[in-house]
């Protein structure tokens, strides 16, 4: 069992830059695939980025590609977002997720694929 705890949300002006952090005990963090989604208010959760147990692949959802970053430190059991050029429209609670999942580079952009989930930490962008 995996337990996922999200940090580094707040509040920015458009074009400031946040970095959230995730980080995951109870488990082989090495093991897992990882994912970030975000929920805005009235809407569905959005799939954000994905990265592969090795941290050797990842994917971007369109609206987050060229300005959010997710990379991961095994040896920390860690994930980051960073995330620059924010825009009012990247409002929303931020989720890490984590599936078990090795050797394979399978990048998981589907909530209904991930089992395990953080508490979510909000992310505030004001123009």
């Known amino acids: 069992q995996v337990q996922l705890v999200e940090s580094g949300g707040g509040s920015v002006q458009a074009g400031g830059s946040l970095r959230l952090s995730c980080a995951a005990s109870g488990g082989t963090f090495s093991r897992y695939a990882m994912g970030w989604f975000r929920q805005a208010p009235g809407k569905e959760r959005e799939f954000v980025s994905a990265?592969?147990?090795?941290?050797?692949?990842?994917s971007y959802a369109d609206s987050v590609k060229g300005r959010f970053t997710f990379s991961r430190d095994n040896a920390k059991n860690t994930v980051y977002l960073q995330m620059n050029s924010l825009k009012p429209e990247d409002t929303a609670v931020y989720y890490c997720a984590a599936r078990e999942e090795v050797f394979t580079n399978i990048l998981r952009m589907r909530a209904d694929e991930y089992d395990y989930w953080g508490q979510g930490t909000q992310v505030t962008v004001s123009s």
């Open positions: 990265i592969t147990w090795t941290g050797g692949r990842t």
